[in-house]
C-alpha cells in the first residue's frame, strides 16, 4: 500500500496554526515562539513524521508560504513599485509573491478562488475594488488584505491613502497658484480612488467658488495615454480652454503637456498641471510634472506585512492603515 504523503497543510491544520508557520518552525524556528513550535512538532508526530530539527533536513516536507497578489492590470505602471514592495516583504519573510492580473467580478471569482486552493496560498493581497460578497468568499479561503483600492463598506484591513485629501490639497495648491479655469481628467468611477479624488477636487472648486463646466470633467474607461490625450486636445480646441489641469495619473500629465504643445500652449504659463502617483518618468518631462506622490512602494509592503501578521496569528484583529501623500512641486506649475 502507497504510504500516504504528509503536507504542510495537513501538518497546519492538526496544529492549528497557518502553513505559513509551520514552514517558520522548519526553517526559521528562531523566530517563532516555543509553545507554536511545540505544537507543530506534537502535529509532526502524530501523523508518524520524525522531527526535524536542523534545517537542511526541515526541506524534505517544508516549502515556502505563497502570497497571491491580484492586480487589475499590468499595463498601469503605478503598479510596479506597489509589487516590488510587497516582494521585498515577502522575501523577508522566507515567502513567494505570485502575481495575478484580473478583475475580481461574479464572472471571475470563482477562478481566483479555484487558484488559491490550488496553490494552497497563504494569504492573499487585493488591489482590485471588489464587492463585500466576494471579499467575503476569498475571506473563507485564505487571509486578505486590501491595497490601494479597497471596499470601504467591507470590513476588511486595507493599506492605502486618502485619495479624497490629497486631491483636495493639490486642487487648492493650484487656486494658490491663481488657476481659476480648472480641469479634471479622471479615470474610471468603479474604482475608489477615482471617486474619492473627484470629491476632493470639487471640495476645493466650490470652496473656492470656482464654476466647473461639466464638460471638463472628463472620466475614463482607462488609465490611457492616448485617450487622456484625445480628450485633452478636445478641451483645448475649445473657445474656451481652461488654465490648469487636475488628473489622476502621471500618464495623463503627460497627455497634458504634448497636447499643449500642439496648441502652441505653454506651460505652466498658459497652462499649470498637476499629476498623480509620482511614478518615475514625471520628473523625465519637459517640463517635469508636479505630482501626488502615492508611497507605492509602502503601500505594497505594508499589505505584506500586515497579511503575514494575520497569517501568523489568526485570532488578531488587523488594523488598517492609511499613509501620507505628499505633493511633490516641480516645473508644470512654477513660473519663471
Known amino acids: 500500500m502507497k504510504k500516504e504523503k504528509i503536507t504542510v497543510s495537513k501538518i497546519a491544520e492538526l496544529a492549528g496554526v497557518s502553513p505559513a508557520t509551520v514552514s517558520r518552525v522548519l526553517n526559521h524556528r528562531s523566530i517563532v515562539k516555543e509553545s507554536t513550535i511545540r505544537q507543530v512538532e506534537d502535529a509532526m508526530s502524530n501523523l508518524g513524521y520524525p522531527l526535524m530539527r536542523e534545517r537542511e533536513n526541515a526541506y524534505a516536507i517544508s516549502h515556502?508560504?505563497?502570497?497571491?497578489?491580484?492586480?487589475?492590470?499590468?499595463?498601469?505602471?503605478?503598479?510596479?513599485?506597489?509589487?516590488?514592495?510587497?516582494?521585498?516583504?515577502?522575501?523577508?519573510?522566507?515567502?513567494?509573491?505570485?502575481?495575478?492580473?484580473?478583475?475580481?467580478?461574479?464572472?471571475?471569482?470563482?477562478?481566483?478562488?479555484?487558484?488559491?486552493?490550488?496553490?494552497e496560498a497563504a494569504g492573499t493581497i487585493i488591489l482590485n475594488y471588489v464587492a463585500e460578497e466576494l471579499l467575503d468568499q476569498i475571506r473563507g479561503i485564505v487571509p486578505l488584505v486590501q491595497c490601494c483600492e479597497y471596499n470601504e463598506e467591507a470590513d476588511y484591513p486595507y493599506v492605502s491613502i486618502d485619495d479624497y485629501a490629497a486631491a483636495e490639497n493639490a486642487t487648492e495648491y493650484l487656486i494658490s497658484r491663481g488657476c481659476r479655469k480648472l480641469a479634471m481628467i479622471n479615470g474610471p468611477q468603479s474604482f475608489k480612488y477615482a471617486r474619492k479624488r473627484q470629491e476632493g477636487f470639487l471640495s476645493a472648486v466650490n470652496k473656492a467658488d470656482i464654476f466647473v463646466p461639466q464638460n471638463w470633467l472628463i472620466q475614463l474607461p482607462e488609465i490611457n495615454y492616448e485617450m487622456a490625450y484625445a480628450a485633452i486636445c478636445r478641451i483645448l480646441n475649445s473657445e474656451t480652454r481652461p488654465n490648469a489641469f487636475f488628473v489622476i495619473s502621471d500618464i495623463f500629465a503627460a497627455a497634458v503637456i504634448r497636447a499643449a504643445k500642439r496648441f502652441n500652449l505653454n506651460i505652466p504659463h498658459d497652462i499649470m498641471v498637476v499629476g498623480f502617483d509620482n511614478i518615475e518618468f514625471s520628473m523625465m518631462t519637459t517640463p517635469s510634472i508636479t505630482t501626488v506622490n502615492q508611497p507605492s512602494f509602502q503601500q505594497g509592503y505594508s499589505a505584506s506585512e500586515l497579511l503575514l501578521e494575520m497569517v501568523?496569528?489568526?485570532?488578531?484583529?488587523?488594523k488598517s492603515l492609511l499613509l501620507d501623500a505628499e505633493l511633490i512641486v516641480r516645473e508644470s506649475t512654477m513660473k519663471l
Open 64 to 119: 515556502q508560504p505563497l502570497i497571491v497578489l491580484n492586480i487589475p492590470g499590468i499595463e498601469n505602471v503605478f503598479y510596479q513599485d506597489v509589487i516590488r514592495g510587497a516582494r521585498v516583504s515577502a522575501k523577508a519573510h522566507g515567502c513567494h509573491l505570485l502575481i495575478h492580473e484580473s478583475p475580481l467580478d461574479r464572472g471571475s471569482i470563482r477562478d481566483f478562488c479555484n487558484l488559491l486552493m490550488r496553490v
Open 312 to 318: 501568523e496569528n489568526p485570532t488578531l484583529t488587523p
